[in-house]
């Protein structure tokens, strides 16, 4: 891996350059092993959290970690191009847009002592704004040289607190084109319903179920390219004890292996349909 510009990052991009990098500010990472037609991304794997933030924050690091997606770029690490946020989304939120992207409540708690300086909050917005630079970069590539492409937008959400059962895996679909892609998120529905887990956890997948769908990242590629699907895919945190900070390692290993095999099996036939 070596560190890049974002200049340097999208020059490599436009060049069709294979790379593994991390952004020069070590704000997120791109993989690109292969130029081909699906790209996954874990928006809120991050959980750096840069020290001119860690006393005036009043959430704990714990806090902040059970929000996070913890394991999301794990579970995809293995395909051609991935994108990856590194820093957490109390920092800012690549998921959010440009304006709300740094908060000042989470999750109905205020999340600073005192109001940010704005040359904080300028730090944080400008490493949201170089993301969507080379994730316009990335998309326009692809679809320049195949037509389409499909986006794996990994998430994982707490489920323990519903107080009513939640699906294993929802998918969420409101801000895409159902119509033309209808088949395409049902497939991909069908396919992760299928994985079997360790410890008798049950796998089901349901469409809109605990989340729609309404994050940032699907909006802008959705919004920029009519023809790239963008499948916001959440994963309940089965794989991990949401209240005791504990990561199941067996069972990211289950969800990572499944996806090995899932995950470009669906790309290609959403390439032979649609391209």
């Not at 292969?34 to 790209?39: G, N």
């Not at 490493?127 to 998309?139: G, P």
């Not at 956890?201 to 990242?217: C, E, H, L, M, V």
């Amino acid at each position: 891996m070596i560190r890049l510009s974002i200049q340097d990052i999208i020059s490599k991009i436009n060049n069709e350059e294979v790379f593994h990098a991390v952004a020069e500010d070590y704000s997120f990472t791109l993989k690109i092993d292969a130029y081909v037609h699906y790209v996954c991304g874990a928006v809120h794997d991050g959980h750096q959290f840069r020290k001119e933030l860690w006393e005036n924050c009043i959430h704990t690091e714990y806090e902040r970690w059970y929000e996070e997606d913890p394991e999301t770029k794990q579970m995809i690490h293995s395909h051609p191009i991935v994108m990856a946020g590194c820093d957490s989304r109390f920092e800012y939120d690549l998921n959010r847009t440009p304006e709300e992207a740094v908060f000042e409540t989470a999750w109905g708690k205020q999340l600073w002592k005192s109001p940010l300086p704005e040359a904080q909050k300028t730090k944080s917005q400008q490493k949201h704004a170089n993301f969507y630079k080379v994730v316009h970069a990335l998309i326009t590539k692809l679809e320049e040289k195949f037509g389409v492409c499909v986006v794996y937008d990994m998430h994982s959400y707490n489920w323990k607190r519903w107080e009513r059962e939640v699906p294993t895996w929802n998918l969420g679909t409101s801000n895409v084109d159902n119509d033309k892609f209808g088949n395409d998120i049902e497939l991909w529905r069908q396919s992760l319903s299928e994985i079997e887990f360790p410890h008798n956890i049950k796998s089901t997948a349901k469409i809109n179920d605990t989340f729609q769908g309404n994050g940032y990242f699907l909006k802008f590629i959705t919004n920029n390219f009519k023809n790239t699907l963008v499948l916001a895919t959440e994963i309940a945190k089965v794989y991990c004890d949401e209240y005791d900070h504990i990561i199941y390692p067996e069972v990211v290993a289950t969800v990572t292996k499944s996806l090995r095999s899932r995950l470009p099996e669906h790309a290609a036939h959403f390439y032979k349909t649609h391209s």
